[in-house]
């Protein structure tokens, strides 16, 4: 067979792997673990090819983390029911399949392909819950809660900010209005789902976007006024779908501040202060902990920068912190000021925010933690590329 033929080959078979990752967030799409998990072993087995094929290098930083990752579970005594080996393995996979750990530049086509196919799929999404407005208070659209459906909005509008000139330079009207079309339904959508760790995360990536992107103030100026037009236009669309996010405000009044997030938090600020260094363990919470669904042996962080002090630790956070910060600094070096630089740049500055308030990064089984550590795994493999072609400067 023709290289273009293999091509395509692959082309077909990345989609198929990326829509059962992410479609099974659909509720009337039944997805088994089982699946899923076929899935995500073809696209793992995929890389490993190219790793013994094309030979990698491998990302310390990243090694470092899985091993104090793994330590931590071997250092605290976790009970049967979190299945921490078998929850380890599927984050490793994850993390070889998606993640930084290693750099090659196959693996930045293979990163370049599957992000492409998530951000439709995402656009899909967003498009398809648009006929459900005003069917739920916490919009969800055809996904199975609002946590899932607000994050994948906001990285609809970030690409969309990122990559406006493609959309809008020398473009015929017909592009033009597509692109405004998309902006507007992708507010719409995050204004409904009532998600302000989302809203909040996507407004200081998109302000990050404007200031690094504007290499005059009038250039910001009119950046900002484009932006201001485009949300007050679209505010006769959106105005009735604030109802979930002034509610929020309302319960969280009556409950003194609080919220079932600030009990998550506490629990988490706890299980580190019971075991500071490393942590309770990967995968691992305290009992009677806020989170904790023991009906179905479930954990839900509340927060992804406090569930790694709570589960691995100082010696954990401080591990991921370097990882995250040299890939994002090594990012800004970059000479080239392409739209894929600032769309990473933008992406990590989001996740960054977003992680305050959701806990998703050690859940192999979150279609966020996947888009997460294949965001970190491609700005890697961006920066290697570039460094190799001489791309990278000294600050």
């Given at each position: ?129 648009i006929p459900l407005l005003g069917s739920q208070v916490y919009f969800a659209g055809i996904t199975e809660q609002s946590m899932v459906l607000a994050p994948i909005s906001a990285i609809c509008i970030i690409y969309l900010v990122s990559n406006k000139q493609q959309f809008w330079k020398n473009s015929k009207i017909i592009k033009k209005i597509i692109y405004l079309l998309l902006v507007f339904a992708s507010l719409v959508i995050i204004i409904a789902t009532a998600s302000r760790s989302a809203i909040i995360g996507c407004l200081i990536s998109i302000l990050f976007y404007f200031l690094v992107t504007s290499k005059n103030l009038s250039k910001l100026i009119k950046s900002f006024v484009v932006f201001i037009i485009i949300i007050g236009l679209s505010y006769p669309i959106w105005r009735n779908q ?154």
């Amino acid at each position: 067979m023709s290289n273009k033929t293999n091509n395509n080959i692959l082309n077909v078979i990345l989609f198929i792997c990326v829509s059962i990752l992410t479609l099974r967030v659909i509720t009337f799409i039944d997805i088994s673990a089982t699946l899923y998990y076929v899935a995500l072993s073809i696209l793992f087995f995929i890389v490993i090819s190219y790793v013994l094929i094309y030979g990698t290098r491998v990302d310390k930083n990243t090694l470092l983390f899985l091993i104090i990752a793994f330590i931590s579970i071997l250092l605290n005594v976790i009970p049967s029911k979190f299945s921490p080996y078998a929850r380890y393995l599927a984050f490793l996979m994850m993390i070889i399949t998606f993640g930084p750990l290693f750099k090659s530049k196959p693996l930045y086509d293979f990163n370049k392909r599957i992000i492409y196919i998530f951000i439709f799929l995402f656009f899909l999404i967003v498009l398809l819950s648009i006929p459900l407005l005003g069917s739920q208070v916490y919009f969800a659209g055809i996904t199975e809660q609002s946590m899932v459906l607000a994050p994948i909005s906001a990285i609809c509008i970030i690409y969309l900010v990122s990559n406006k000139q493609q959309f809008w330079k020398n473009s015929k009207i017909i592009k033009k209005i597509i692109y405004l079309l998309l902006v507007f339904a992708s507010l719409v959508i995050i204004i409904a789902t009532a998600s302000r760790s989302a809203i909040i995360g996507c407004l200081i990536s998109i302000l990050f976007y404007f200031l690094v992107t504007s290499k005059n103030l009038s250039k910001l100026i009119k950046s900002f006024v484009v932006f201001i037009i485009i949300i007050g236009l679209s505010y006769p669309i959106w105005r009735n779908q604030m109802d979930g996010i002034l509610l929020k405000f309302e319960i969280q009044d009556n409950m003194g501040g609080n919220n079932s997030r600030t009990a998550m938090w506490n629990s988490r600020i706890t299980e580190f202060k019971y075991s500071p260094i490393i942590g309770i363990g990967f995968s691992n919470v305290l009992k009677e902990s806020a989170g904790y669904r023991s009906e179905i042996d479930s954990i839900e962080l509340g927060s992804s920068w406090l569930g790694l002090l709570s589960q691995m630790g100082v010696v954990g956070f401080i591990s991921f912190f370097m990882l995250f910060f040299s890939i994002f600094l090594n990012l800004w070096k970059i000479k080239t000021n392409d739209s894929t630089k600032y769309f990473l740049l933008s992406l990590l500055i989001f996740f960054g925010v977003h992680m305050i308030f959701e806990g998703y990064i050690l859940a192999a089984g979150s279609i966020l933690s996947i888009f997460f550590w294949l965001i970190l795994g491609f700005s890697n493999n961006y920066i290697f590329i570039n460094k190799k072609n001489g791309n990278s400067k000294n600050i």
